[in-house]
């Protein structure tokens, strides 16, 4: 069996409620001077937050303005302000854009190393503060993972850091604060989680010790995502999807995603789609192409998702792509990239684009070149 390294935070909260133990981790850390990044849609319980931190004789400021595409710019401006304040802990309270620039401005405390310089897999020198990461969203994982990205403004590419410095002290997941999310954004990141999973599991680097965390994140997700798209406040949904991010993000560490994510990267940084929106428009076509490289693995995918035996591996994993699509379309979201911004005249730099994204498609089950990549943007489009 090839060797793994599971690096999870040290401290994990799961359930209803568990938001309103953040103060007593922030005094675990040993920490005196927290700043907490947000959006301002948070701002709220950001502010709450603040106070029973402040009840407890910590020193607090809060950055509220996070875009949900954060660039290189927005970030040094999140770490000036923690600068000036000058703080020993971040806490991040939001979705995967908010808590990737929070593990970097702790990880940026001190180091004046530049942040293009630690694009890529195990550059970056350390991390400087203590960090607990709380997520509103349930789909990217952040929490738990080793990754963040980032848009760099200077060739519309979102970009990737890497390290085990970004594994958070401790991650806070309560359903409660995803109840407000509004159906598209509940559909797209739930999408998401379910990929990371998928693409964790039919993966060139698949290990048995995060196949389990794949294979439950999917069964939690596949039969709860409709109902907490339709019904934001059904408790018993939000949780699935919230446990089904969490496992789908502890897949990110040890194995990772691969071609859906590669491609949909330069969707995001280029014509601004969600992350979760173009990872939806991506994988049909990318699971067809990878499905004859791997499809014990694709057929194992569809069973867990409620798919029936069909006559072949094959059959049955072509069935659950058809299954991936029909959630999709249950929960309305985009099924064309003509339909957010894409013209067929982009389709080919695209393909360019996403071949530079070697760290994930070095995993995928199926070898793709360029020309295979544009084929799949003209299917997507
Ligand atoms: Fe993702």
Redesign the pocket.
């Known amino acids: 069996m090839n060797p793994v390294t599971l690096q999870q935070p040290r401290r994990i909260l799961f359930g209803n409620g568990s938001f309103e133990q953040t103060p007593a981790e922030v005094l675990q850390t040993g920490g005196s001077r927290v700043f907490i990044v947000t959006t301002s849609f948070l701002l709220p319980q950001a502010e709450t937050l603040a106070e029973n931190l402040r009840k407890l004789d910590l020193e607090t400021r809060i950055f509220s303005d996070i875009e949900t595409e954060p660039d290189i710019a927005l970030f040094k401006r999140v770490l000036e302000s923690g600068r000036e304040f000058g703080f020993d802990t971040v806490v991040g309270l939001g979705g995967?854009s908010v808590l990737d620039v929070a593990k970097l401005v702790a990880a940026f405390r001190e180091d004046d190393q530049s942040i293009t310089d630690t694009f890529g897999i195990g550059l970056l020198r350390g991390r400087g503060a203590s960090l607990i990461c709380i997520p509103t969203t349930s789909?990217?994982?952040s929490e738990v993972s080793p990754n963040a990205i980032l848009l760099d403004e200077t060739d519309q590419l979102k970009k990737g850091v890497v390290s085990p410095f970004l594994v958070p002290d401790a991650a806070v997941i309560d359903p409660l604060l995803t109840v407000t999310l509004p159906p598209p954004i509940t559909a797209a990141t739930g999408l998401?989680?379910m990929?990371?999973c998928m693409e964790a599991y039919a993966n060139l680097h698949a290990h048995p010790a995060v196949d389990l965390y794949a294979l439950e994140g999917m069964r939690q997700i596949a039969p709860n995502l409709v109902r907490a798209v339709r019904d934001g406040s059904d408790l018993e949904a939000r949780g699935a999807l919230s446990l089904g991010s969490l496992y789908?993000g502890l897949c990110?560490g040890p194995v990772n995603?691969a071609a859906v994510?590669a491609l949909?990267y330069p969707l995001g940084g280029e014509f601004h789609v969600p992350?979760?929106v173009s990872?939806t428009l991506l994988l049909p076509h990318v699971f067809r192409f990878n499905l004859d490289a791997a499809p014990d693995r694709y057929a194992e995918i569809a069973r867990t998702i409620g798919v029936s035996d069909r006559g072949s591996a094959i059959e049955t994993g072509r069935a659950g792509i058809d299954r991936l699509v029909d959630l999709s379309v249950a929960c309305e979201l985009p099924q064309q990239l003509r339909e957010v911004g894409v013209k067929d005249t982009d389709l080919e730099h695209l393909a360019t684009e996403s071949m530079k994204v070697t760290r994930l498609l070095k995993n995928n089950p199926k070898e793709m070149k360029v020309e295979d990549a544009e084929a799949i943007f003209r299917a997507a489009w």
Do not use: F, I
């Open positions: 995967g789909g990217t994982g998401d989680a990929v990371h789908g990110l995603t994510h949909s992350h979760g990872n």
